[in-house]
């Protein structure tokens, strides 16, 4: 009988030792990283049916107000903590260069963009008048780029902008490349807002 107790108290020890062992590993270990801050106004079910614009790379489709776009090379600009992609779009006719702008300011803006080469007004003032519209300035700086796929610029740089808006939502926006002491050459883009609704994306390979 003495050897029998001696064993269970033994065997008491080592399930209490075996306890201790696993609750001090338990408040040691490292907590679990939190998790990535979720916007919880962002639509995910749209990206499911639509596909995601702010995923858009080179080759992808996209389709915009029933016309379907194949991109060609995209631009990605970053100023500071704020940045936003244009992606060059051809419909196969080879008729005027079109660009879509993806950003999250803090929502999903989305706009279509025309280029217009023969316009001859030029970023500065507080109001700009052009095509029988006036168009009043939202903001301006310079941004690095960098660039994928084919869109006609380096691989990287920089490139400064300015963007304005008419009463009616109509966009006009400014862009220059030029290298370090040459004169701006301005590009200038009429852009019209585009509703999520509006935009469908088939990435490459399904």
């Not at 244009?86 to 702008?101: I, Q, V």
């Amino acid at each position: 009988m003495n050897t029998g107790l001696v064993v269970l108290v033994v065997l008491l020890l080592v399930v209490v030792a075996v306890l201790v062992v696993v609750l001090v590993r338990r408040r040691t270990s490292a907590p679990a990283a939190p998790a990535a801050p979720q916007d919880p106004f962002r639509d995910t079910g749209e990206d499911v049916l639509r596909g995601d614009p702010r995923k858009l790379k080179a080759g992808d489709l996209v389709e915009i107000r029933g016309t379907t776009y194949t991109v060609r090379g995209s631009l990605h600009y970053t100023e500071q903590s704020w940045g936003w992609t244009e992606h060059l779009l051809d419909d196969s006719t080879g008729g005027r260069k079109m660009w879509l702008s993806v950003e999250e300011d803090p929502d999903l803006e989305l706009a279509l963009w025309h280029e217009v080469p023969s316009a001859t007004v030029t970023p500065g003032p507080s109001t700009v008048d052009f095509d029988g519209r006036r168009y009043k300035k939202d903001e301006s700086g310079t941004a690095k780029f960098v660039s994928s796929g084919t869109t006609g610029l380096n691989g990287s740089g920089t490139a400064k902008y300015a963007d304005y808006e008419s009463g009616d939502g109509a966009l006009l926006s400014f862009e220059s490349y030029a290298g370090p002491g040459e004169p701006d050459k301005w590009e200038v883009g009429r852009g019209e807002p585009l509703t999520r609704a509006e935009v469908r994306v088939w990435a490459q390979g399904g």
